[in-house]
């Protein structure tokens, strides 16, 4: 049973990763917008498709 | 949650670390409590105290330091907040369990208070969202009202562009009630401006800083509080005699249990859900204790034209004295009422089908007529009232005889002569006589002031059901009405267009302004009803009174939890994990409670509250 002594420090060590890749998921704005991503699908990527209906080059 | 602010950045990290370290300390205090049914050895038992100590304190120091801060203010300044009893449990609870760790003796309650930051850090985050969603719904609304502008064009047509494609050397148009779109000088027109926004002088006055309610659970709390905390002495004293290995479990539990929370979070909660609903369905709360009194109103009062009646009235007659034409008459007619915001105006613009004889320096008196000038002669287009007094045209029961039954007469008038009386007629709004049963069967009466033709608002009067009416009555009249009623110290609602009747509006108790885009800026009333469909009223008649019910209700249920938990935590038999799984029980029955207030009761196939705006806006 000696290996608890081992794995609670680790466990330990592992939630201290977790806690960092919390403070960055909320720093870098991960929770700011929850519902409008979802609708990104949607929406017409404008930059996109202006792209596309320019006549490329041509074709050879 | 949508976007993020960086105060709730903050507590949202704060609950998300709260919540990783509390699972560690779940963890290790899951074998604690095997330990202590089935044996652990001493050593295993020490190092996981050790662990949950090491582990607990960020959230101590961290994720609680909200609370810890809001109830070390309330000390400084002498008051007893609800913080104030959440801080002291949650140090005791530290203190004691980290005194039970280094002498290795007694209980320890490190999972106590991780749940219990956890639960309340996440109920307070669920109060935040809910206020933000109701803001951002009015701000989506505020949003929806584009900046328009009536552009004059050489030839005299007006045409309504984006302010933004004004270019200077424009004529616009700006109507009573309008905001002004640009900078400008001031070609023609005679009227007083709101310069609050610009000064800063004549900000909206708060009537009254907090809702009764909502003051009435400040107090309750902070007396709450005081009783907590006596009652936990006087139980910590008495189990000091009784069993001393008891005390801190006992403080704790009753410090867990009793954390007034859904007391101070049902009212704010409540009001934002309904806000929220209320603005889907176009009506926009400007102050949310105008729900309170919206419910406790027992007078409801109306302005018929636009509110009961569906705008533009209909004209039904046009009757030239001596030899004027009616084209003449209506041309002459439409080229004053060009400058108005009355419903009356687009009735008298579209018979006249064309853009009317071009008038000058236009004077709008609210509520009782126009006059300009035109082809160098001074006309005046208004109420019988307006056209005798103000124009001193002869206007005689005999000639307003004349008119069909029960419409309402409007006079031109020329320099002291009348050149024809125009007739026109309400019809009700689909929607009205259901508005006006419902308010009765909620037990509250009906008035109705217009400033027509007494006539014409009887008719009104009897098809909504027989309601009290009152016919020419002026502006100033519906304001000593009004005050009149106010005086006899009941409560009166007053619903009405936000430019023709501001100053009725703010006499009232509490008032909702109806109407179109000049509107909008009106912040005489309490709220603005975006939609002027009586059916969204009578919805936020029934909903205001909802959300009370619901309050008190929160409030109550509160209480009769404390009420049945304290003794049992004060006796003894309630762990302290129990109390922290109760008191947030009791807070998320709140947050439910409020949040089925959110519904906003529209059925898919109505049409969507943007919808309602841009019509509200652009006139057709």
Known sequence: MEIVFLLVPLAALLVGVVILALIWAVKSGQFDDLEGPAHRILMDDDADSEAARRPGPPVT | ????????????????????????????????????????????????????????????????????????????????????????????????????????????????????????????????????RALRDLELLERAAPALARRVRADGIEELVPSVELVAGDLVRVRPGEALPVDGLIESGLSTFDKALLTGDGAPIERGVKPAIARLADRVASRFSAAILLLTCVAAVSWWYVDPDRVLP???????????????????????????????????????????????????????????????????????????????????????????????????????????????????????????????????????????????????????????????????????????????????RPGARELVASLRQAGKSVLMLSGDHPAAVMRIARELGGIDAEGSASPERKVARIRELAASGRSVAMIGDGINDAAALSAATVSIAVGSGACMAATAADAVLVSSRPQDLAFAFERATKTLRTIRLALGQALLYNVIFLPLAAFGWMPPWVAALGMSASSALVVLAASRLRIDGRRRSEPEPGAAIRTALVPA
């Open chain 2, 1 to 132: 949650m949508i976007a993020v602010g960086r105060e709730q950045k903050d507590r949202l990290l704060r609950w998300l670390i709260s919540g990783a370290l509390g699972l560690q300390v779940m963890m290790l205090s899951e074998a604690l409590y095997v330990g202590s049914f089935f044996g652990i050895e001493p050593q295993f038992r020490l190092f996981f105290q050790w662990a949950s100590l090491l582990l607990t304190a960020p959230v101590l120091v961290y994720s609680a330091h909200p609370f810890l801060a809001s109830a070390w203010s309330d000390l400084k300044h002498r008051r007893l907040g609800m913080d104030v009893p959440v801080a002291l449990g949650l140090w005791l609870a530290f203190v004691g369990s980290a005194w039970s760790t280094w002498t290795g003796r007694g209980e320890v309650y490190f999972d106590s208070i991780v749940i219990f930051v956890f639960l309340l850090l996440g109920a307070r985050l669920l109060e935040n969202a809910a206020r933000r």
């Open chain 2, 250 to 428: 006992v403080v704790l539990a009753l410090l867990v249990v009793s954390c007034p929370c859904a007391l101070a979070l049902a009212t704010p909660l409540a009001l934002a859900a309904t806000s929220g609903a209320l603005a889907k369905r176009g009506l926009l709360v400007t102050r949310p204790q105008a729900l309170e009194s919206l419910s406790a109103a027992e007078i409801v009062v109306f302005d018929k034209t636009g509110t009961l009646t569906a705008g533009p009235p209909r004209l039904v007659a046009v009757l030239p004295r001596g030899d004027w034409a009616r084209e003449r008459v209506l041309a002459i007619a439409a080229g004053l009422e060009r400058g108005s915001e009355h419903p009356l105006a687009r009735a008298i613009i579209e018979a006249a089908a064309g853009a009317g004889a071009p008038a000058t320096e236009i004077r709008n008196h609210p509520g009782r007529g126009v006059e300009g000038l035109i082809d160098g002669r001074r006309y005046g287009l208004g109420s019988p009232t307006f056209a005798f007094e103000s124009l001193n045209a002869p206007v005689s029961v005999e000639l307003l005889a004349g008119i069909p039954a029960g419409s309402t007469p409007v006079v031109l008038a020329r320099e002291g002569e009348v050149v024809a009386l125009l007739a026109t007629e309400d019809t009700l």
